[in-house]
């Protein structure tokens, strides 16, 4: 008894390591990230090589259902606009399991993108096979990559800003102020922040 027991323990142990492994690996700042080729609401497969003239991205992991996400698609769309010309488009990625949430199926994203109008490409994580590299834990989750001869660099993670739920009254804009510093190539005066969200669906 005694030692099934302990088989147990240690089988609860290798579960719950294994579980906090896979939830902290992803990408930290500096790191440089793998390209990913998914499908957009147009059914065009999208990839950032397709980007010639890219100075970098502004990646959001994000969904149709999370009320966090729904806060802040006028803010990605906004983004997108101010900085896309800029050479820092917005591409979004949804990483939840259609199986585990219906409304973030692939036919309800097409209906999300059309109804708000998105300007940036809104694709699929289809296999949920994206997402862990980042270490997206939240919808949304943002990540600003900067092009470097050996790659997209990893500059900034974390949140849009410091206030989902009232756009008025934000004090920090991160994924701005990232932005921003590399345009004038300075250093990213916050680098990571906490991101506010839904968990990803799996």
Do not use: W
């Not at 902290?24 to 790191?31: A, R």
């Not at 606009?81 to 050479?87: A, I």
């Not at 997402?131 to 939240?138: E, I, Q, V």
Request: aromatic share 12%; with cysteine.
């Amino acid at each position: 008894m005694k030692k099934l027991t302990g088989i147990l323990a240690l089988a609860t142990v290798f579960v719950l390591t294994a579980f906090t492994v896979n939830l902290e690996d992803g990408y930290e700042i500096g790191d440089y990230a793998d390209d990913f080729k998914l499908k957009n609401v147009d059914g065009k497969m999208v990839s950032m090589a397709d980007y010639d003239n890219a100075k970098g991205f502004i990646i959001t992991f994000t969904c149709n259902t999370c009320p966090y996400s729904v806060a802040y698609e006028d803010r990605l769309i906004a983004l997108d606009k101010k900085y896309k010309k800029k050479g820092y488009p917005v591409i979004a990625i949804n990483p939840n399991n259609p199986a585990v949430k219906s409304g973030d199926s692939f036919e309800a994203m097409k209906v999300r993108a059309e109804e708000k109008g998105f300007t940036f490409p809104y694709l699929f994580d289809d296999g949920q096979k994206v997402y862990p590299k980042f270490g997206a834990s939240r919808t949304p989750h943002m990540y600003v990559l900067q092009k470097t001869p050996k790659g997209m660099q990893v500059k900034y993670i974390g949140a849009v800003d410091n206030n989902y739920g009232n756009a008025d009254a934000v004090s920090k804009r991160y994924v701005e102020d990232a932005v921003d510093a590399l345009l004038n190539g300075n250093e990213v005066p916050i680098k990571t922040t906490k991101a506010i969200g839904c968990s990803i669906k799996v």
